[in-house]
C-alpha cells in the first residue's frame, strides 16, 4: 500500500507535503468518500485512479477548498488544516487544473493570472505576460499572454492553467482529469510537463481513467472504488513492472478482477468481417464540401457497405465535427452528393434523413445529445416526436411511450432509477447507452458514431464498443469517428485521416495500419 | 422660420441634458450589476426609491445636497434586498427584481400619501455651478456648464467607470464573475462580494438618478414618477455591452427625443409628445435591424453562483 | 458497477431524494404555498396597523368585497379574463425559452385596434361575427407587433429581452399616437376612440355582470397547459427552450418555431386586450395603459407554468385588487397596498421554494 515510505524520488524527504487522514464526505444518501487516507509527497506524480463515480472529484474539491470534509482531517506540511476556502487553498500552495478550463474567455490569460490582486490596482499586463512567458519557458513550454482565452484551444488553456498555478508559488498541484478533452498529441505534452514540474520538488496529483496515462506518467499510483481507497502502487513495485503487468495489477484493483480492461488493445486483431467487393456501397459521399469558419471542409469521397466499419482518424478540430454535422443534415452541404441506399440525400431534413435509416450519435452527450432536465422516456424519442405510434393526431400516448422507455432501458442495459428520471442526472455512461438505444433501431442503414467512447469508463467503452460490432454485423454501414487509434485500429476495416478538413489516405486495417495511419497524421507521405 | 434660435437650441440641449442624466446614471449602474452577472431589473423600483427618498431629504432639510446623498441610499436599500435575496440566496432574478419594483412603487406612493395626502410640495430651484469661461460659450455653455453639481458628477463617472473597468482588477473580477464565475472563484475572489458590490452601486445609481428626476427635473415627487426610465436604462446598459462612453451616448440621444417635444413647443410647433417618444426606440430597432450584430451578454447573466455547482 | 445510479457527486453534483413519502408531501405543500401566504398575512397586517388601519377590517373587507359580494365576485372575474389571457401568453413563451417581455404593448395594441374597429362592425355585421372579427383583429394586431423581435431573435439570434422591450416602449407610444391621431371619437373633449355600447360586448354569463372574456381565459390557460404538456407540438417547444442545441440535433425547426411561438404568445396578448376592450371598458382612452405582463411574469413563474396553479393565483391577485380598490375608498388605505402586498407574497414564495429545494436537495453537510 502507498503509505509513510519515503518516495526515493522525492527531494524533500521530511514528510508528505498534503495528507488525508481518515477523510469522509457525505451527500445526503451517499458516501462520496469514506474513510480516506492518502499521502502526497513531493518530487512525485501521484495517479489517483478510479472509475466515474468513485469519489476522485469529491476529492478533489475538498482539497482545493471547494467542499469540506465532513469528518477526518487535511494536512498541509504536517499542520491541519482548515481549506474553507479556495482562496485559503491557494494561500496554502494547493493550485488545480481542472478538465474544463477556468479561465474566464472573454479576458485574456495575462488578466486571468492577474485576477485576484487588489481591486484598485491596474493590472500590470506586460509585467505579467513577461513573467507567464519566463515560468512557461522554465517548464518548456511556449505561451501566448496577451490572447483572449476563448481563441485558444483546450490545450492552451490548460498550459496557462499551469504557469498560473506556477507563479502563483503553488508547491501542490492537482489536475483534475486535465486530459480528459485534451488531443493525444497535447495530453502527451502535458504529461512531460507535469513530470517536468514534480522533478523540481513539487507534488503533483493526476486524476484520470486512462490507465496508459497512469502507468507512463505517474510515480506512485492511488486506487479509489466507491468512495474507499482500496489499493494502490508505491513507487518501488510501480518502477519493477513493465506496462502490461501494471496494468493488469490496476486493473484488478479497479475492478476486482484481471480480465475487464479493453484499453490494452494493442494486439487485438482487425475485425474480420465478411464483406462483398461487389455489394453495394448504403452510404456513399461525393465530392462533399461544407463550409465552416475555422475548419471547411471539402473534397471527401468515401463508400460503406454493408457490414462495414470505416473509421475517421485525425486529432481534434480536423473537421470531423462539420463532416458529421454536415452527414447528419445539422449544417447545409456547399457542394457534393451524399447518397444513401442510392436516394441523395444532401438536401434532406434532418428527420428526412433519419427515415431513410441514417443515424447520427453525437460526442456533445450533454450539449446536443439529450435535454437534461427530461425524463429518460422522452429522450429515447426525441428524434420521432409526433411518430406513431407514440403520438396519435399530435397527443401523446403515454402508455407507448412507457413501453418503449421500458424495453430500450432493458435492451440497452440503462441504469436509471426509472424512466421518469431525468436523463441529466445519469451518469455519462448510461447517458451514452441512452443515445445508442434511441440511434440503433431496426430501420437504421447507416450510422455515424462521433467519439463513442469519450469520457467514458472502461466498462461503458466496452459496452459501446460492442453496440458499433453489433451493428456492424446486423450489415449497417458504419463510420466510426474517433481520436483514439487503438479503438479504430479494434473496429474498423478502413481508417480514413482526415486533416485540415480533408481525407489525407484511407488504409485498409492490416498489420502495417498503425504505421501508416501514424505517418499520415503527421503528415508524412501521402 | 426661425426655428434654430439660440434659446430653442439651448432649451433642447438643456432639457436633453435633464433627460438624460437620469438615463446616464441609472444605465452606468445596471451596466455594472450585468458586467458582474445579475439582471437587476428591481432597477426601476430603486430609482423610484431614490426619488422618494432623495425628494424628502431634500425637502425636510432643504439640502439639495443631502437630498442626494439621501436618493443614493434609498436606492442602494432596495438594492440590498436584491443582494440578499438574488446574489446571497439564488432566488429567480427576474422574479425577485419584478417584485422590487412592484413593492417600491407601491411603498413610495403609500409613504407619500400619507405624509403629503394629495399635495405636491414643490422644491425651489436647485443650486448650480458656472464653470468659469465655458459658461460663455453661446449654447453649450448655458445647457452644460452652468449646471447642477449632479451633473458634473455624472459626465465624471462615465470616465471613471471607463478607466475602473478596462484599468483596475475590480474591473477584471466584476468581468470574470460575469462570465464565468467559478473562474473567479478558484482566483480566489469571493464572486458574492463583487456581486453585491455590483448591486449596491446599482442601487446607488439608480436612487441618484431617481432623485435628480425629482430634485432637479420636476421639483415634485409624483407616485411612480420614474415612468419606466429605469427600463430603458436596462436597455442602453444592454446595448452598449460594457462601455460607459454608450451609455452616454445613448443617454444623450434619448434625453434628446425626449427633450425635443418641449423644445418644439417652445418654438411654438405641436407634435405630440407621444412621436417624439417613439423616435429613439425606432432607431435603435432600424439600428438592430440593419445590423444585425449579436448582442452580447455576460454568459453567467442572471444565474446565481453557488460555489461547488460547477 | 451496479451503484453507478446511486453515487452522484461526480457525474451531476446535484442528485436529489427521488421520492419523498407521504407525511413529506403534505409538509412540502404547506410550507411552499400555505406559509408565505400566511406570513405575508402577518407582514401586510404589521404595515396596516403602522397606518393605523385594522388588519381584521381590511382583510375582512377585502374578502367580503373581493369573494363574498355578488358584485365583488362578478368584477373579480371578470378582471381575471384578460389577466388569464396575459398568463397564457407567458406560459407559452417561457416554457419555449423565450423572453418576451412585450406584452403590454402588444395588449395595448390589440386593444387599440379593436376599439377602432369594433363601432365600425358593429353595424355591418351580425353580433356575433363583429365580436369574432374583433378579437381575431385583437390576436393579429399584438401578433403583428412581435414580429421584428422574433426574426430577429430567430434569424440573427438578437437577444429578445432587449428588442420586447424596446417594442414596449415602442408600441405604448405608437398606441397613443393612433388614439389622439387616427382613432379619435370626435364627439368626446377627451381623447379617446367611439365607444362600443353595452348590447355589443362580449355577452355576459347568465344574469350577471361577469364578462363571458373569462371563459376565454380559463379556456386559453388550460389549452395551452394541456397543449404545451401533452402534445407533440407542446415537446417540441419544451425541447427549444429547455435545450436548443439538441433542438437542432434533433432536427427541429428551431427559427420558424421561434416565430411560432413569438406569434402565439403575442397574439394572446393581444387577444387580453380585445377582451379588455369587449368585455369591459368599450373603448380605449389616451395614455391607458395597465401594464399588466409586469404583475402576471412573476405569478406565472411561481405557478411552474402550471396552468391550473396560474388559474389559482390569478384569481388570488383578482381578487386582492378588486378588494383593495374599493378598500381604498372605504377604508382610506391607497390601493397602492396591493403592489406591497403582492411584492411581500413574490418574494416570501421564492424564499419558500427556495428552502424547500435545499432540503430536498439535503444541503451538504
Known amino acids: ?526 | 422660420m426661425a426655428l434654430f434660435t439660440e434659446a430653442f437650441l439651448t432649451a433642447l440641449l438643456a432639457g436633453a441634458i435633464s433627460a438624460g442624466i437620469p438615463l446616464l446614471l441609472v444605465g452606468l449602474g445596471e451596466q455594472m450589476s450585468e458586467k458582474s452577472g445579475v439582471l437587476n431589473i428591481g432597477i426601476e423600483g430603486m430609482m423610484l426609491a431614490g426619488a422618494y427618498t432623495g425628494f424628502l431629504i431634500a425637502w425636510k432639510t432643504e439640502s439639495m445636497g443631502l437630498g442626494f446623498i439621501a436618493g443614493a441610499g434609498g436606492g442602494m436599500f432596495v438594492a440590498l434586498f436584491m443582494a440578499v435575496l438574488c446574489v446571497r440566496m439564488g432566488l429567480n432574478q427576474i422574479v425577485i427584481g419584478i417584485s422590487l419594483t412592484l413593492g417600491a412603487e407601491g411603498a413610495t406612493a403609500i409613504l407619500h400619501h400619507f405624509q403629503f395626502s394629495r399635495t405636491y410640495p414643490r422644491l425651489p430651484a436647485t443650486l448650480k455651478w458656472d464653470i468659469p469661461v465655458l459658461h460663455d460659450i453661446p449654447v453649450i455653455g448655458p445647457a452644460l456648464f452652468g449646471r447642477e453639481p449632479v451633473v458634473y458628477f455624472a459626465l465624471i463617472l462615465v470616465a471613471v467607470f471607463a478607466y475602473l473597468y478596462r484599468r483596475t482588477h475590480f474591473g477584471l473580477a466584476l468581468q470574470a464573475a460575469g462570465d464565468k464565475p467559478a473562474a473567479l472563484d478558484s482566483s480566489g475572489v469571493d464572486v458574492l462580494k463583487v456581486r453585491t458590490v455590483a448591486v449596491l452601486t446599482t442601487g446607488a445609481l439608480a436612487g441618484l438618478g431617481g432623485a435628480f428626476m425629482a430634485i432637479v427635473g420636476a421639483g415634485i415627487f409624483v407616485p411612480f414618477m420614474t415612468h419606466g426610465n429605469g427600463f430603458i436604462g436596462i436597455v442602453l446598459a444592454m446595448l452598449a455591452r460594457g462601455r460607459p462612453l454608450w451609455v452616454l451616448g445613448g443617454a444623450t440621444l434619448f434625453g434628446a427625443c425626449l427633450s425635443l417635444t418641449t423644445a418644439l413647443q417652445v418654438a411654438g410647433i405641436d407634435i405630440p409628445t407621444d412621436v417624439i417618444q417613439m423616435l429613439p426606440f425606432a432607431a435603435v430597432m432600424a439600428v438592430l435591424i440593419v445590423l444585425g450584430s449579436k448582442a452580447n451578454l455576460p454568459v453567467s447573466l442572471g444565474t446565481a453562483y453557488a460555489r461547488g455547482e460547477r | 458497477m451496479t451503484s453507478e445510479t446511486a453515487i452522484a457527486p461526480e457525474s451531476g453534483g446535484k442528485e436529489r431524494k427521488v421520492r419523498l413519502n407521504m407525511h413529506d408531501d403534505r409538509l412540502h405543500f404547506l410550507i411552499i404555498t400555505i406559509g408565505p401566504v400566511l406570513a405575508t398575512l402577518v407582514i401586510a397586517s404589521l404595515i396596516l396597523l403602522a397606518m393605523g388601519v385594522s388588519p381584521l377590517d381590511y382583510y375582512g373587507y377585502i374578502f367580503q368585497r373581493g369573494v363574498m359580494s355578488p358584485s365583488g365576485v362578478q368584477a373579480t372575474l371578470t378582471r381575471m379574463g384578460p389577466l388569464l389571457l396575459i398568463a397564457a401568453s407567458l406560459i407559452v413563451c417561457f416554457r419555449a425559452g423565450i423572453w418576451n417581455l412585450g406584452g403590454d404593448a402588444q395588449f395595448i395594441l390589440g386593444a387599440v385596434f379593436v376599439a377602432a374597429a369594433g363601432p365600425e362592425l358593429v353595424d355591418a355585421l351580425p353580433a356575433w361575427l363583429m365580436l369574432l372579427l374583433c378579437l381575431a383583429i385583437g390576436a393579429a394586431a399584438g401578433a403583428v407587433w412581435s414580429l421584428v423581435p422574433a426574426f430577429l431573435r430567430a434569424y440573427q439570434g438578437i437577444n429578445e429581452i432587449i428588442t420586447t422591450m424596446m417594442m414596449t416602449f415602442l408600441g405604448g407610444s405608437l398606441a397613443n399616437v393612433l388614439v389622439k391621431l387616427v382613432f379619435l371619437d370626435p364627439e368626446t373633449t377627451v381623447p379617446q376612440t367611439r365607444t362600443l355600447a353595452v348590447p355589443d360586448r362580449l355577452p355576459r354569463l347568465f344574469d350577471t355582470t361577469v364578462s363571458s372574456g373569462v371563459l376565454l381565459g380559463l379556456a386559453a390557460v388550460l389549452i395551452v397547459h394541456f397543449t404545451m404538456n401533452r402534445t407533440a407540438f407542446g415537446l417540441r417547444l419544451r425541447i427549444v427552450g429547455a435545450n436548443a442545441k439538441a433542438a437542432v440535433h434533433a432536427g427541429l425547426p428551431v427559427a420558424t418555431l421561434t416565430v411560432i411561438v413569438f406569434s402565439i404568445s403575442a397574439g394572446l396578448a393581444g387577444l387580453a386586450g380585445a377582451v379588455s376592450v369587449l368585455g369591459q371598458n368599450g373603448n380605449v382612452r389616451a395614455d391607458w395603459n395597465p401594464a399588466y405582463t409586469l404583475t402576471i411574469v412573476p405569478l406565472v413563474f411561481l405557478a411552474r407554468f402550471n396552468g391550473f396553479a396560474t388559474i389559482a393565483f390569478v384569481f388570488l391577485f383578482s381578487v386582492l385588487s378588486i378588494g383593495s380598490e374599493s378598500a381604498a375608498r372605504r377604508l382610506g388605505v391607497p390601493n397602492y397596498f396591493t403592489l406591497v402586498t403582492m411584492a411581500t407574497l413574490l418574494i416570501l414564495m421564492a424564499v419558500a421554494e427556495m428552502i424547500d429545494q435545499r432540503r430536498s436537495k439535503g444541503k451538504a453537510v
Open chain 1, 1 to 526: 500500500m502507498a503509505g509513510t515510505s519515503a518516495a526515493a524520488t522525492a527531494l524533500d524527504q521530511d514528510g508528505p507535503l498534503v495528507s488525508l487522514k481518515n477523510v469522509t464526505k457525505r451527500f445526503p444518501g451517499i458516501v462520496a468518500n469514506d474513510r480516506i487516507s492518502i499521502d502526497f509527497w513531493p518530487g512525485e506524480v501521484h495517479v489517483l485512479l478510479g472509475e466515474n463515480g468513485a469519489g476522485k472529484s469529491t476529492l478533489v474539491s475538498m482539497l482545493t477548498g471547494f467542499q469540506q470534509p465532513s469528518e477526518g482531517e487535511i494536512e498541509v506540511a504536517g499542520v491541519p488544516q482548515d481549506l474553507s476556502s479556495p482562496q485559503r487553498a491557494l494561500d496554502l500552495g494547493i493550485g488545480a487544473v481542472y478538465q474544463h478550463s477556468m479561465l474566464a474567455p472573454t479576458l485574456t490569460l495575462a488578466e486571468n493570472v492577474s485576477l485576484g490582486r487588489p481591486w484598485w490596482q491596474k493590472p500590470d499586463r506586460r509585467g505579467i505576460a513577461d513573467e507567464m512567458r519566463k515560468t512557461a519557458n522554465s517548464v518548456g513550454i511556449t505561451i501566448r499572454p496577451e490572447a483572449l482565452t476563448s481563441a485558444l484551444s483546450l490545450g492552451e488553456r490548460q498550459q496557462a492553467e499551469i504557469v498560473r498555478a506556477l507563479m502563483r508559488g503553488s508547491r501542490f498541484l492537482i489536475l483534475d482529469e486535465a486530459t480528459a478533452m485534451l488531443t493525444p498529441k497535447d495530453a502527451e505534452k502535458l504529461g512531460n510537463l507535469m513530470r517536468l514540474i514534480a522533478q523540481d520538488g513539487r507534488g503533483v496529483v493526476f486524476i484520470t481513467h486512462k490507465l496508459n496515462e497512469a502507468v507512463a506518467y505517474g510515480d506512485r499510483i492511488s486506487v479509489l472504488r466507491l468512495g474507499k481507497k482500496v489499493g494502490g502502487l508505491p513507487p518501488e513495485q510501480l518502477r519493477a513492472m513493465d506496462k502490461t503487468e501494471a496494468h493488469d495489477e490496476i486493473v484488478r484493483l479497479m475492478f476486482g478482477t484481471r480480465t475487464t480492461g479493453s484499453e490494452a488493445t494493442e494486439n487485438t486483431p482487425p475485425p474480420q468481417h465478411k464483406l462483398d467487393e461487389t455489394e453495394k456501397p448504403i452510404l456513399e459521399i461525393l465530392a462533399l464540401e461544407v463550409d465552416d469558419e475555422a475548419t471547411p471542409v471539402s473534397g471527401i469521397e468515401l463508400k460503406i457497405r454493408p457490414g462495414e466499419v470505416v473509421g475517421i482518424a485525425g486529432i481534434d478540430g480536423n473537421g470531423q465535427v462539420q463532416l458529421a454535422e454536415a452527414l447528419a443534415g445539422q449544417r447545409p452541404v456547399r457542394n457534393g452528393r451524399i447518397y444513401l441506399d442510392g436516394v441523395s440525400i444532401e438536401d434532406k431534413s434532418i428527420g428526412g434523413r433519419r427515415n431513410l435509416g441514417l443515424s447520427y450519435v453525437t460526442d456533445d452527450r450533454l450539449g446536443e445529445g439529450i435535454v437534461g432536465a427530461f425524463p429518460v422516456s422522452l429522450n429515447l424519442l426525441l428524434k420521432q416526436i409526433g411518430d406513431a405510434p407514440f403520438w396519435k393526431h399530435g397527443l401523446e400516448q403515454p402508455a407507448e411511450i412507457a413501453r418503449n422507455a421500458t424495453e430500450k432501458v432493458a435492451a440497452f442495459d440503462i441504469r436509471t432509477p426509472g424512466i421518469g428520471t431525468p436523463a441529466g442526472k445519469l451518469s455519462g455512461g448510461n447517458i451514452q447507452k441512452l443515445l445508442l438505444a434511441r440511434e440503433l433501431g431496426e430501420k437504421t442503414r447507416a450510422v455515424i458514431f462521433a467519439k463513442p467512447t469519450y469520457g467514458l469508463d472502461l466498462q461503458n467503452i466496452a459496452a459501446s464498443r460492442n453496440r458499433i460490432r453489433e451493428a456492424a454485423d446486423a450489415r449497417k454501414a458504419v463510420l466510426l469517428i474517433s481520436t483514439e487509434l487503438d479503438e479504430l485500429l479494434e473496429l474498423s476495416d478502413r481508417i480514413a485521416v482526415m486533416s485540415q478538413g480533408r481525407i489525407v489516405g484511407i488504409v485498409d486495417n492490416n498489420e502495417t495500419a498503425r504505421q501508416r495511419v501514424g505517418e499520415l497524421m503527421s503528415g508524412v507521405g501521402e
